[in-house]
């Protein structure tokens, strides 16, 4: 694969699915190729293993239509802005060649998502430099946007995903391990994520599309100005 249109950062696998599953969905039934990776393989959650969560992922991209996913390993909960962990996005970054860029935004409750979010833009400024990791090519995006996970701030941007919802949500509750809450006998602690999390993502979509009169929308934030020719369509 030479480029890809649509790749997304997420510091776990089932980040990207909260944030912008819906985008993707949308983006891949119009045609669009689209990727993820995640940064980490979330070995240090509560709930479910690596190899459970592996799975749930590889059901979530079938669901969203992903074109393909990589994990780049890094360590779950010992992310750091150090040169060896911004390299390993700039590699991703130049051998997919994405037209747009996906990143978590940069506020938010958990401190990977945060760190991730600040690995994957220091890469994206290292990825445009021709004599930084010569080795392979450089490359900038057309347009980097920073999706929501758990906070939220005023919006730059929403996508109307309302006729796809009914896939992000079957890609977030194929993170059974994640998303299920326990039943008599079941080894699974309680946590935010299992405690109506995804009726709560749902609540949040909507809240956002409520604003233009949507169903469910999905928010972004895009630093910098937009560029447009004219501000009107004639032939609406």
């Given at each position: 694969?030479?480029?890809?249109?649509?790749?997304?950062?997420?510091?776990?696998?089932?980040?990207?699915?909260?944030?912008?599953?819906?985008?993707?969905?949308?983006?891949?039934?119009?045609g669009?190729?689209?990727?993820?990776?995640?940064?980490?393989?979330?070995?240090?959650?509560?709930?479910?293993?690596v190899?459970?969560?592996?799975?749930?992922?590889?059901?979530?991209d079938?669901?969203?239509?992903?074109?393909f996913?990589?994990?780049?390993?890094?360590?779950?909960?010992?992310?750091?802005?150090?040169?060896?962990?911004?390299?390993?996005v700039?590699?991703?970054?130049?051998?997919?060649?994405?037209?747009?860029?996906?990143?978590?935004?940069?506020?938010?409750?958990?401190?990977?998502?945060?760190?991730?979010?600040?690995?994957?833009?220091?890469?994206?400024?290292?990825?445009?430099?021709?004599?930084?990791?010569?080795?392979?090519?450089?490359?900038?995006?057309?347009?980097?946007?920073?999706?929501?996970?758990?906070?939220?701030?005023?919006?730059?941007?929403?996508?109307?995903?309302?006729?796809?919802?009914?896939?992000?949500?079957?890609?977030?509750?194929?993170?059974q391990?994640?998303?299920?809450s326990?039943?008599?006998?079941?080894?699974?602690?309680?946590?935010?994520?299992?405690?109506?999390?995804?009726?709560?993502?749902?609540?949040?979509d909507a809240?956002?599309?409520?604003?233009?009169?949507?169903?469910?929308?999905?928010?972004?934030?895009?630093?910098g100005?937009?560029?447009?020719a004219?501000?009107?369509d004639?032939?609406?």
């Amino acid at each position: 694969m030479n480029q890809v249109d649509l790749l997304a950062f997420g510091a776990h696998p089932d980040d990207v699915e909260i944030g912008m599953g819906g985008t993707l969905a949308k983006h891949q039934q119009a045609g669009f190729s689209i990727g993820i990776v995640d940064v980490t393989y979330a070995e240090m959650s509560s709930n479910g293993t690596v190899e459970v969560r592996q799975l749930e992922a590889k059901a979530a991209d079938e669901v969203l239509g992903v074109t393909f996913r990589l994990n780049l390993g890094l360590p779950d909960r010992g992310l750091k802005l150090d040169k060896s962990h911004v390299d390993e996005v700039v590699k991703a970054i130049r051998t997919y060649r994405p037209r747009i860029v996906f990143v978590p935004y940069w506020e938010d409750r958990h401190p990977d998502h945060v760190m991730c979010s600040r690995i994957v833009q220091e890469a994206l400024f290292n990825a445009k430099l021709r004599r930084y990791m010569p080795e392979l090519a450089a490359h900038q995006p057309e347009h980097v946007y920073f999706y929501f996970i758990n906070d939220l701030a005023p919006a730059d941007l929403i996508v109307d995903v309302t006729d796809v919802y009914d896939r992000k949500q079957a890609a977030l509750y194929a993170y059974q391990s994640q998303f299920t809450s326990a039943k008599s006998g079941e080894d699974i602690v309680a946590t935010p994520l299992n405690q109506g999390y995804v009726e709560r993502v749902a609540a949040r979509d909507a809240l956002i599309g409520q604003a233009r009169g949507i169903g469910f929308a999905e928010g972004f934030i895009y630093k910098g100005p937009y560029h447009v020719a004219y501000l009107l369509d004639r032939e609406s």
